[in-house]
């Protein structure tokens, strides 16, 4: 949520100023930005129980496994594919498949 942080540190600072209303964090939030839509009462719970456990409202690092198929590598690859028109989307998905198990095994 790196692109919404200044954003989610208003609401959890409405949030505290009106005495952890959530109702009256809502009608805040609506009386300052008038055309966008109101966050759910569960966001601003779950940004306002972030704040208070790790003083921040950015998300949590995640656990598992990281996505691969972000790679700069094969995002580079897509590029220069799409900069020749002339190679059909068969042709590219066959050269991405021998490409990307190449990168996987790695």
Do not use: W
Request: glycine fraction near 2%.
């Amino acid at each position: 949520m790196d692109k919404n942080t200044s954003q989610e540190r208003e609401i959890v600072t409405i949030f505290i100023e009106h005495n952890s209303s959530i109702i009256a964090t809502q009608r805040k939030l609506c009386q300052k930005y008038p055309n966008r839509p109101v966050p759910h009462k569960t966001t601003i719970d779950r940004l306002h129980a972030n704040f208070r456990q790790y003083d921040t409202t950015a998300d949590r690092p995640r656990s598992g496994r990281q996505r691969t198929s972000r790679k700069a590598e094969n995002v580079a690859l897509v590029r220069d594919s799409a900069a020749s028109p002339e190679t059909s989307i068969r042709t590219r998905g066959t050269h991405f498949r021998t490409q990307f198990k190449a990168n996987f095994e790695n």
